[in-house]
């Protein structure tokens, strides 16, 4: 069937518009060799996000200790076209400056996330300075940093995190009354399991406690070290590594939930120990203290980024 002219011109130019969004889509020159297509992004997508922070941040890109404001991408995940795609990413730039932040996407590589990056890097194809100054992370990263609870402050951490009557009474319970009425309780608290290496050897807990107690000049003291390691924990105290202090210790019970171990931290104990910074449980616990106890802490243990601690903690350098 032979269509009028007037149609067959609107097909042409139908079709002309096609053709001419599939050439760009895969036009040669840079575009092809683009860092995206480089990296490979299905198969090696961390190295591909570092290229790109590299290329926005500059080689010191890894700044936990800032301050961020992270932003998910919604225009994307919805679907929606560069204009919006620009007005979010400003709209978060703009609102990370007034509230002093650094804005941030999170970039891990999933089915929900691929769709973002690679819009990103088509962005950035036409803007290569819209992403000035952003934190771009590929691994999955938690907001477990002490800079927000200083923004809270302590008595609002305390206040939103304060215990049930019920959760304080049972916590006593983890450990016997010869602990608990002991003038000086140190609380040692050692993550192993996700921590494998960064996991603190038991020598350290040991030179820990020796540098603690002759600092502090303790007497009639008592430890005890929650774990996510019992059987571990149980072993190594039965060394002769640990028997210097094996008849001041004390045990918890097995098998109890977090937030009993919080309450008998942040309640019970006069000397705290954190092996690892980097786990929320040990901080949490030793934050929730306040000053109400001496709390130490090893700086030389953490994931890949250091981690601000309030400035009363004391490290321990052995």
Not at 109 to 122: C, K, T
Not at 255 to 278: A, E, K, R
Request: overall charge neutral; some cysteine; hydrophobic content about 40%.
């Amino acid at each position: 069937m032979n269509l009028p002219f007037e149609y067959s011109a609107k097909y042409l130019f139908l079709l002309l518009i096609i053709i001419l969004l599939f050439l760009s889509e895969n036009s040669s020159g840079a575009y092809k060799e683009s860092i995206f297509k480089k990296a490979q992004i299905q198969k090696n997508h961390p190295k591909f996000i570092q290229e790109l922070s590299k290329k926005i941040l500059g080689e010191d890109n890894w700044l936990i200790q800032e301050k961020l404001l992270v932003g998910r991408m919604s225009s994307i995940h919805n679907g929606n076209q560069l204009g919006n795609r620009v007005f979010e990413i400003l709209g978060l730039a703009s609102i990370a400056k007034r509230l002093e932040r650094k804005p941030a996407f999170l970039l891990q590589s999933d089915p929900f996330n691929e769709p973002v990056i690679h819009q990103l890097w088509a962005t950035l194809m036409y803007f290569p300075n819209l992403l000035d100054g952003f934190f771009l992370e590929s691994e999955p990263m938690h907001l477990d940093n002490y800079h927000y609870l200083d923004d809270l402050g302590w008595e609002d951490v305390v206040y939103r995190l304060g215990f049930s009557e019920s959760t304080i009474d049972l916590s006593q319970y983890l450990l016997p009354i010869t602990f608990r009425e002991k003038d000086n309780r140190i609380c040692v608290h050692l993550r192993r399991g996700d921590f494998k290496e960064f996991s603190a050897k038991f020598s350290f807990i040991v030179n820990a406690l020796e540098f603690i107690t002759k600092r502090e000049k303790l007497s009639n003291y008592g430890i005890t070290i929650f774990s996510d390691d019992s059987d571990y924990v149980k072993k190594t105290v039965e060394t002769d590594e640990y028997s210097k202090f094996k008849g001041n210790t004390w045990l918890p019970r097995d098998g109890h939930p977090i937030h009993l171990v919080w309450s008998f931290i942040s309640h019970q104990c006069t000397h705290i120990l954190i092996t690892n910074i980097q786990s929320t449980y040990g901080f949490l616990g030793a934050y929730l203290a306040g000053r109400n106890a001496s709390i130490y802490f090893n700086p030389e243990l953490h994931w890949r980024h250091p981690v601000p601690t309030p400035n009363w903690w004391i490290p321990v350098f052995l």
